[in-house]
């Protein structure tokens, strides 16, 4: 049993680039509750967390960046070459995870909770979790990853395998083992029938029902949750609605899903808009947006962006990035009706929602904000 009642934790572990963010996205999709410990170590130690003084005494003034903050890379240098460095920096950061990821599970309103980190058989949240799942790659898929989707040269990312413990160690301690060699379609059977198999008789997930807006003279919208079983339905809205700028395939729209989710506006049961958006690190982010020419705007944004601040809610966001062309962006007023108004990364303040900015921010388009919640997990205590 985990030690939380009434939630069956999953704890989700695997080397670099197996592919364990994929599959927590994939269970969230399923009705879980995403928890990734290793952002809550990141946040444990930025400027405005209870991690950060404890660090510098530790470490001294020299790991920060010139905008005070704790630079990660120049830690990462100490700590990763020397194994008692580590246990020090783990002594700060791990409690403060623990307390974190206790705040978000007894929040949270899912019964499944999935809690991925990659030195998770090392941690006593191990104790905590009901099942433990690990993601398998192959080491030249892994290389293949670090190299075109992280930038990594091939020597930096050999460097990087090399210096982790084998597969074979987490290997032998799971419960489920989620081979994420092949095509997305593959992975997301795999997890799907893992689901049914071992969870469907825990929770049963339903998604919220839309509610219809009347619009006079033009029938009814709503807004629908896409699943991936939409995917071919989404690559054709978005290569029609873009006029021709984008023209994406059903494995696109397949391996979107591994990042982020997708939500139809219909009208007369007929999808006519759509938004992307992704949570990752308590940070919502909304970057694609497609509508039918002619749209009403004012009627149209608010039913999406409602529901996409509800789910975010539910997944416990505590900000909520929009990011815009500039032709669209322009209808302030708008944004402003919904709550949301233009910022620079640097004027969002909190590391995390700054990071979450510039980690995405679309070439070119503007960036609107809205914060959902006060409370931060991190905040200082």
Same mark, same amino acid.
């Given at each position: 049993?985990?030690?939380?009642?009434?939630?069956?934790?999953?704890?989700?572990?695997?080397?670099?680039?197996?592919?364990?963010?994929?599959?927590?996205?994939?269970?969230?999709?399923?009705?879980?509750?995403?928890?990734?410990?290793?952002?809550?170590?990141?946040?444990?130690?930025?400027?405005?967390?209870?991690?950060?003084?404890?660090?510098?005494?530790?470490?001294?003034?020299?790991?920060?960046?010139?905008?005070?903050?704790?630079?990660?890379?120049?830690?990462?240098?100490?700590?990763?070459?020397?194994?008692?460095?580590?246990?020090?920096?783990?002594?700060?950061?791990?409690?403060?995870?623990?307390?974190?990821?206790?705040?978000?599970?007894?929040?949270?309103?899912?019964?499944?909770?999935?809690?991925?980190?990659?030195?998770?058989?090392?941690?006593?949240?191990?104790?905590?979790?009901?099942?433990?799942?690990?993601?398998?790659?192959?080491?030249?898929?892994?290389?293949?990853?670090?190299?075109?989707?992280?930038?990594?040269?091939?020597?930096?990312?050999?460097?990087?395998?090399?210096?982790?413990?084998?597969?074979?160690?987490?290997?032998?301690?799971?419960?489920?083992?989620?081979?994420?060699?092949?095509?997305?379609?593959?992975?997301?059977?795999?997890?799907?029938?893992?689901?049914?198999?071992?969870?469907?008789?825990?929770?049963?997930?339903? =998604?919220?029902?839309?509610? =219809?807006?009347?619009?006079?003279?033009?029938?009814?919208?709503?807004?629908?949750?896409?699943?991936?079983?939409?995917?071919?339905?989404?690559?054709?809205?978005?290569?029609?609605?873009?006029?021709?700028?984008?023209?994406?395939?059903?494995?696109?729209?397949?391996?979107?899903?591994?990042?982020?989710?997708?939500?139809?506006?219909?009208?007369?049961?007929?999808?006519?808009?759509?938004?992307?958006?992704?949570?990752?690190?308590?940070?919502?982010?909304?970057?694609?947006?497609?509508?039918?020419?002619?749209?009403?705007?004012?009627?149209?944004?608010?039913?999406?962006?409602?529901?996409?601040?509800?789910?975010?809610?539910?997944?416990?966001?505590?900000?909520?990035?929009?990011?815009?062309?500039?032709?669209?962006?322009?209808?302030?007023?708008?944004?402003?009706?919904?709550?949301?108004?233009?910022?620079?990364?640097?004027?969002?303040?909190?590391?995390?929602?700054?990071?979450?900015?510039?980690?995405?921010?679309?070439?070119?388009?503007?960036?609107?904000?809205?914060?959902?919640?006060?409370?931060?997990?991190?905040?200082?205590?």
């Amino acid at each position: 049993m985990s030690a939380w009642p009434g939630k069956y934790v999953i704890g989700l572990t695997g080397n670099i680039a197996t592919g364990k963010s994929v599959v927590r996205k994939m269970l969230e999709h399923l009705g879980s509750y995403g928890i990734d410990a290793d952002a809550l170590g990141h946040r444990a130690i930025a400027k405005d967390a209870p991690g950060y003084q404890p660090t510098l005494g530790e470490f001294g003034k020299w790991i920060l960046g010139p905008d005070g903050q704790i630079d990660r890379a120049k830690l990462a240098r100490v700590v990763f070459n020397d194994p008692e460095a580590m246990k020090r920096l783990e002594a700060i950061v791990h409690p403060l995870v623990r307390q974190a990821t206790d705040v978000l599970i007894r929040r949270a309103k899912e019964k499944v909770i999935v809690l991925e980190a990659i030195k998770l058989l090392e941690s006593p949240l191990r104790q905590g979790c009901d099942a433990i799942w690990v993601t398998f790659s192959p080491p030249e898929v892994q290389l293949g990853r670090l190299m075109q989707k992280r930038g990594m040269t091939e020597d930096a990312a050999l460097q990087r395998i090399k210096t982790q413990p084998s597969q074979e160690e987490k290997l032998s301690s799971a419960d489920i083992i989620i081979r994420n060699d092949g095509s997305f379609e593959n992975t997301w059977r795999q997890v799907s029938t893992f689901w049914q198999q071992e969870l469907a008789a825990i929770v049963a997930f339903e =998604p919220t029902p839309p509610l =219809p807006v009347a619009v006079a003279g033009k029938g009814e919208m709503l807004v629908e949750r896409a699943r991936p079983r939409h995917a071919s339905e989404i690559a054709a809205l978005i290569n029609r609605l873009s006029g021709g700028q984008r023209r994406l395939t059903h494995e696109d729209v397949m391996a979107a899903f591994g990042e982020k989710a997708f939500l139809f506006l219909k009208m007369d049961s007929k999808p006519v808009g759509l938004v992307g958006w992704q949570v990752e690190n308590l940070v919502s982010r909304t970057d694609d947006v497609y509508l039918e020419a002619g749209l009403s705007l004012p009627k149209a944004m608010p039913l999406l962006m409602e529901e996409v601040e509800r789910a975010s809610r539910d997944l416990q966001c505590e900000a909520s990035l929009l990011f815009l062309p500039p032709g669209l962006a322009q209808q302030a007023e708008v944004w402003r009706m919904i709550g949301y108004e233009p910022r620079t990364i640097q004027a969002l303040g909190v590391r995390a929602w700054q990071e979450a900015a510039a980690e995405k921010a679309p070439s070119g388009q503007v960036m609107l904000f809205k914060q959902l919640r006060k409370d931060r997990v991190m905040r200082p205590i």
